[in-house]
């Protein structure tokens, strides 16, 4: 997304059991309206539509002012969807509209499905929930403030495990089913009715019949053997639209006769017991705001959304101005970090602190404590630099794609955890066709399973432009294991 420099709003969206939306055609999840106090006090909502407006393979995302002391409100905007680190998956470019009351702008095209809803292995949607985040800038004008809105939309899900005990199971035939029905267990409505029968060749029919339309249904069926245990029979997911009825057969082993012969494993007093587990779309949404916090400083609070006492703040940008100082001035130092080609003078107390290694190196009897000096010599000036600007800062200035290739091995190499994090971020926001497939070696060799799986949904998802490049073929050569891993996924 855009530069943080100037001050914004964000509004960010959580949409839980999205893989449950049952919206067909031009319908959409709607947001809760909020309103920014900082534009004019105006009112907004969100739209997203998951079959599209135009092209069902993409997200349509639309912005829409509901009301403003103008009636109208001049913004710049963009979105972007996040992963459940904060990571950016996929960002729109800025505009810049005029909005009238009850008018929308947005993208058509926000984001292609394939790359949300067949990539929940790669941990994309964590916790069956899509994140949006949408920036507003008041246009031609700087914001005073910063402000952050948390929401969330619950798409209502109800899950349910039973027992269906099938009697008489000698019997069934064409025209004799067993029966039973789901209700829901808020208000008893029918959802589901389940009839097994005996279809052609003695295969065994299951027929799901649904009491309404536009619903999403998933379906888990066990057989109940007569050790206790369970033999999972199919698992499969049904979107009713339109048709009201769909049929599951049986896996072929598991025909009438074949279960008839296997009477002792299967039956008892000619009863087949089905376990059963499921999970339906109820069709209601409920909307909620859960947080919204504003603040002079241009960083909003990460951690609660409170914002931090004025004399705590201080306290703490002294504490990080005098550590500046102590680094730059090199004043009382009683160790130096040396590479190849240069020495980079440190406080063992400060190093210690801030890296558990670097404290290990320096309370043992190693060559680090008894020279009062730590030999690097994989890392180059540069990167030392950075890291020890980090250590005593916690700042990251001008950051490119090499220096934090760079400084995120030093980071996993001296455990400086928050240092690590920042930089296997700034490596996701930034991953390109180009640098895929060096990423992907980097976070399987620092055994980083978020980045690893976050690159991987990368290079699925760019296949074309990754796989017929000559990094894609010198990493099949140097890695040939994580090579095969990536492309398994792909039918996982």
């Not at 839980?16 to 999840?29: P, R």
């Not at 909502?45 to 997200?59: A, Q, R, T, W």
């Not at 769909?246 to 598991?254: E, G």
């Not at 030999?375 to 220096?403: A, C, H, P």
Request: net charge negative; with cysteine.
């Amino acid at each position: 997304m855009s530069n943080d420099a100037e001050n914004y709003f964000l509004f960010k969206w959580h949409i839980v059991n999205v893989s449950f939306c049952w919206h067909t055609g031009d319908e959409h999840i709607r947001s809760p309206s909020f309103i920014v106090e900082t534009l004019d006090k105006s009112k907004w909502h969100l739209k997203l539509l998951p079959k599209g407006e135009e092209n069902e393979d993409y997200l349509s995302l639309f912005v829409t002012l509901e009301s403003s002391d103008q009636n109208r409100c001049k913004i710049e905007y963009e979105a972007c969807i996040v992963d459940d680190q904060g990571s950016i998956l996929e960002n729109s470019n800025r505009q810049k509209d005029l909005f009238l009351s009850n008018e929308g702008w947005g993208w058509e095209e926000f984001m292609e499905k394939n790359n949300i809803f067949h990539s929940k292995g790669m941990n994309c949607l964590y916790e069956d929930t899509l994140t949006v985040c949408l920036k507003m800038w008041k246009s031609n004008e700087n914001m005073k403030q910063q402000g952050e809105c948390i929401a969330r939309t619950l798409l209502g899900v109800e899950r349910k495990s039973f027992v269906w005990a099938v009697e008489r199971f000698s019997s069934l035939g064409p025209d004799v089913k067993d029966t039973y029905e789901i209700r829901s267990t808020e208000n008893d409505k029918l959802i589901m009715s389940l009839n097994v029968s005996e279809a052609s060749e003695e295969i065994l029919c299951l027929e799901f019949t649904a009491a309404r339309d536009k619903m999403v249904f998933r379906f888990r069926l066990f057989i109940l053997c007569a050790t206790g245990k369970t033999e999972k029979i199919a698992e499969k997911e049904y979107r009713f639209r339109g048709s009201l009825v769909k049929k599951l057969y049986f896996p072929f082993l598991l025909t009438k006769k074949e279960i008839v012969a296997r009477k002792d494993n299967y039956l008892k007093d000619d009863v087949l017991t089905l376990v059963c587990e499921c999970a339906f779309s109820t069709g209601v949404a409920t909307n909620e705001i859960q947080l919204t916090t504003y603040s002079h400083d241009t960083t909003l609070m990460k951690r609660a959304g409170l914002l931090q006492d004025t004399k705590k703040l201080q306290l703490s940008n002294d504490l990080k101005e005098n550590l500046k100082s102590l680094h730059a001035d090199q004043l009382l130092s009683d160790t130096k970090l040396k590479t190849k080609t240069n020495m980079f003078p440190a406080h063992k107390c400060i190093l210690s602190v801030r890296s558990p290694v670097f404290k290990a190196m320096f309370t043992s009897d190693v060559r680090e404590k008894i020279d009062d000096c730590v030999y690097i010599d994989d890392l180059d000036d540069d990167s030392v630099i950075r890291m020890l600007n980090y250590i005593y800062t916690g700042e990251l200035e001008d950051l490119q794609w090499e220096s934090a290739r760079e400084l995120y091995a030093a980071a996993d190499k001296y455990e400086i955890l928050s240092l690590k994090e920042e930089c296997s971020s700034f490596l996701k926001t930034h991953l390109s066709p180009n640098n895929a497939c060096e990423a992907l070696i980097l976070a399987d060799m620092h055994s980083d399973n978020d980045l690893k799986r976050m690159v991987q949904y990368f290079i699925l998802r760019h296949g074309t432009l990754v796989m017929n490049s000559n990094a894609w073929e010198e990493l099949m050569e140097s890695h040939p294991k994580l090579a095969a891993h990536t492309l398994t996924l792909k039918y996982q």
